[in-house]
Every structure is written in C-alpha cells, then in structure tokens.
C-alpha cells in the first residue's frame, strides 16, 4: 500500500490542476455576443409617432439601449428603410458612418449599460400620397447572427389619435365618452359624457376605444375609423352608441393599414364589441377586415353570472366582410337586422347562440376560401359556447334572407334540451343538404345568381330565383341596401333588383 500511495497522490494532484484550469478557462470566457439580448425601454419594442401632424416639420423620439450581460459588447445599427425611409436615426447624438446616416457600426456599450438612439421621422401629414401608416424598424445586431428590431410606427395623414393609455398589457384601452372625475373619485363635469366623431378628419384608434356607462358616443355619416393590430371599439354595458352613416357617406371601421396587399389581411383589429344594456344602432356602416365584425355579448361579472336586459342591438343597411372569424358574433342578448351584408368569414357569418333575434332581407354570402370553413353560414344554438355550453332559450326569425356559400349546408341550427329554440327561416333562398322543419316557403339549393362573388358584389343578376320572391308589404322596408324601393314584389336577400 505504501507504494501505491504516492502514484494515487501524483494523479489526484494532476487531476485537481487539470480541473482548476478548466474552471478558470470556462470562467474567463467571454460570453458568445450572438447570446445577448438587448434590452429595449420602449413598450412591445414599438416606438410610436402618436402626435397630431399639423403642418410640414419633424418629431423626435428617443428610447434606450440597455446590455444586460457582464461584457462590454459591439454592435451595428441600423434602419431597414435605409436613406429612403421617412425616419432617420442617430446613436447618442453621433451621426452614421460612410456617409450614410442611417447605419451605424462598433456601437460599443459598456456591461450593465445603455445607450440612446434618437428617432426623427418628417412628414407633410397634408399630402395625400402619403401612406396613411408609416411604418419602418431600427435593425441591431450583435456578434455574428444575433439580431433584433424596434419597430417604428407614424401616420403620415392628418387625422385624430385614439392611443390607449390604461389598463393592463393586452387590454390597453382609453375612455373616448365618460364622465369625469376628480382624485377624490367625485364627478367633475358632464363635458365628456356625451362624444361626436365628425368626418372632418380620419380616427386612428391604437388600443380600445371605450363608451363607459351612461355615456355616448355619435359617429356622423362618412366618419373613418382605423384600427391599429388588437384595437376595436368597446361600448360597455348600459352605454349608448349610434352610428350614423348615409347611404352615399357610410361610416368606415377598419384596419390602419391600406396598402392594397392588405386587403386580404383579414384580422387586422378585433372588433366592435357591444355589452348588455347599451343602446346600440349601426346604420349604413362598412365594417371590414377585423377577427369579428360585430360581437354582441353581455360582460361576465367576477362570479360569472350573466345579466341580461331586453335592451335590442339593430344594424340596418351595413356590409360586414372579410372576417377571420364571425362576422357577426351574438350571445343571450337581442339583435335586429335588416337590408344587411355579411360575407366573407372565415367562420359563420352569423352565429347565434342564445337571445332573440329578428332578421330581415340580409344576405349572407361565404365563399371564403383563404383557409378551410367548417362552420356554415349562418349558425343558430340555444347552447352558448365557452359558457360550457349553457343552455339558453333562442328565438330567432329570419325572413326574406339569402344564406349561401361554399358548404353543403349554410344554415345550420344546433338544439340541447333544458332550453326553448324556435328557429324559423321563411321565403329564404337557402343552401341546405336536407330539409327542415325550421325550413317555410323557402328555395332550396338554387344558384343566386350573384354578380361576382370575387369581387364581393353581391347583386341579382337577370333570372335569379330570388327576384320577386319575398314576403310583401307586411315587413313595412320600403328600400333596399342601396335605398332603391322594395315595390309590391320585394325580391330576397339585401339588394333588390334593379330593372
């Protein structure tokens, strides 16, 4: 043993050594650049122009840099625009390099330090050719591959800013109309109680825009309203909202990006969402390219019950279109509909669940083909989903309606027991697998006839079943979607045919 000692001793001795250089070696190492992330002080890594452009003239931003890691690090700025962007930038007030001041090289940033990066952006909010949003990013990479962005985000058009500025991340709202008050939470005034949006300039709404209770908000004919990604306008419960739009200056609501390749950029917003008790009317509005046109639900409380009123949501003469989901989302409440166009969904264009629902001349037309549509066109329940499928009595009328699209069967009706359904679709031209007894005097599986359903014109064409076929006098509609007179012979669906 005493031998074998001093061996066992030598190698215990190598080993430690060898162990204690690779601590220090790995200790020593300078952490691989690629691997830190930048640390942005704007919120969502967004920096946003939210000033009300006037005249010709610039606005600046500036928001930090900050290196998290335990090494000075070098990185490289720059905008993706480069010099043909409206923006320009510069790094702690120091111009770029190789005369282009617009990219910037060994940026150096001490350890657990930050830099400013100062962000112009000029714009003739007067011109018209300008895009209505403005949008670029500030690109930064670190070591070999590492690589982030800060998005930058103005409107080159004049128009009023709706930017959320309470509530939780993912539901940053501003109260458009609402009652003041004071630190003490007393009233201090009526002034914003009661809110008009003019046409005199375009609404840009960034984040939810609120109708609090007991208020109101009037939006006159032509107004446009543009919705940034997630925004959408809230009446919340017992408010009052009325939409007054014309037939020749519909009120416009949707996305903030009109390029035309985003067009078919369905969910751009979230939606116009209606709560319990509000007075609601929609008339003669355009409503397109949200995840869901119209949703009409009451407000749950802490302990989920569900108050319903009678009070009725009634959309008259407005097209609702290219959805990502419902164009029309509806649940226990009350909805009147007439002379109306829900198309293009990528679920039901009208679903139901739930309420009581009166529903004249509309036309429901999905032929949405950007993705597969399982859910038909039109769907009626007295089961509520995401209630855990709570039973809930439903009536709802449908007369002088086209419901049609891609599907085998458009007009679908979903029954459980423990709630009243009464469901009934009189002179409907309706597509349909198999006959119901929902179904009265309707016309089964024939071709509309539509104009063009690609271009969404949704018009009668000469020798279309529903020329002539509707119900007469007793609705009391004199005109149709466009205003032209019904007459004695009303034809089905939203458009009557012009002679």
Not at 126 to 139: C, E, H, T
Request: with cysteine.
């Amino acid at each position: 043993m005493n031998h074998l000692s001093r061996p066992i001793s030598v190698i215990n001795l190598y080993l430690f050594f060898l162990i204690l250089c690779l601590w220090w070696s790995v200790s020593c190492k300078k952490p691989d650049p690629d691997n830190v992330k930048l640390r942005f002080s704007c919120e969502n890594a967004t920096v946003l122009f939210d000033t009300v452009f006037t005249s010709i003239g610039s606005v600046t931003r500036n928001f930090t840099v900050h290196n998290p890691s335990n090494n000075d690090i070098k990185i490289t700025v720059f905008l993706a625009g480069g010099n043909r962007s409206f923006y320009s930038i510069n790094v702690n007030g120091k111009p770029g390099t190789n005369e282009n001041n617009s990219y910037f090289e060994n940026i150096e940033i001490p350890k657990k330090d930050s830099i400013y990066i100062f962000v112009t952006v000029n714009i003739d909010p007067r011109n018209q050719n300008n895009p209505f949003i403005v949008n670029d990013s500030i690109v930064f990479l670190t070591g070999s591959s590492g690589k982030q962005d800060v998005k930058l985000v103005a409107y080159g058009q004049d128009a009023r800013y709706i930017i959320a500025n309470e509530g939780p991340e993912g539901l940053r709202y501003k109260v458009v109309a609402g009652l003041p008050f004071d630190e003490n939470g007393q009233p201090t005034g009526y002034e914003k109680q009661h809110e008009t949006w003019t046409n005199e300039r375009p609404y840009v709404v960034y984040g939810w825009a609120v109708i609090d209770s007991a208020c109101s908000l009037t939006i006159d004919p032509g107004t446009k309203i543009y919705f940034h990604n997630n925004s959408g306008l809230w009446a919340y419960r017992y408010s009052k909202l009325d939409v007054n739009g014309a037939i020749d200056a519909p009120v416009l609501f949707r996305g903030d990006r009109l390029e035309s390749w985003f067009d078919d950029d369905y969910a751009q917003w979230s939606r116009v969402w209606i709560n319990e008790g509000v007075d609601a009317t929609i008339t003669n509005a355009i409503i397109t390219n949200a995840f869901v046109g119209v949703q009409v639900e009451p407000l749950p409380t802490n302990n989920n019950d569900i108050n319903v009123t009678q009070n009725v949501v009634t959309i008259d003469k407005t097209i609702i279109k290219n959805t990502k989901n419902c164009g029309v989302l509806s649940r226990f409440l009350n909805v009147e509909m007439t002379n109306c166009v829900i198309a293009n969904n990528g679920a039901s264009g009208l679903q139901l669940e739930g309420g009581n629902y009166i529903l004249k001349h509309l036309t429901l037309a999905n032929y949405f083909k950007q993705t597969e549509r399982k859910a038909p066109a039109c769907y009626v329940s007295n089961k509520v989903s995401l209630y855990d499928d709570t039973p809930w009595d439903v009536k709802a009328d449908f007369v002088n309606c086209i419901i049609y699209g891609r599907l085998e069967t458009e007009a679908g009706v979903s029954k459980v027991q423990d709630a009243e359904l009464e469901v009934s679709f009189q002179n409907c031209l309706l597509k349909a697998k198999d006959p119901s007894s929902y179904f009265k005097d309707c016309l089964l599986n024939k071709d509309p006839k539509f104009t063009d359903i690609d271009r969404l014109d949704f018009k009668l064409l000469q020798g279309s079943p529903a020329i002539g076929c509707g119900i007469p006098n007793i609705l009391e509609i004199d005109e149709d979607i466009l205003g032209n007179p019904r007459g004695d012979k009303p034809d089905i669906g939203a458009f009557q045919y012009e002679r």
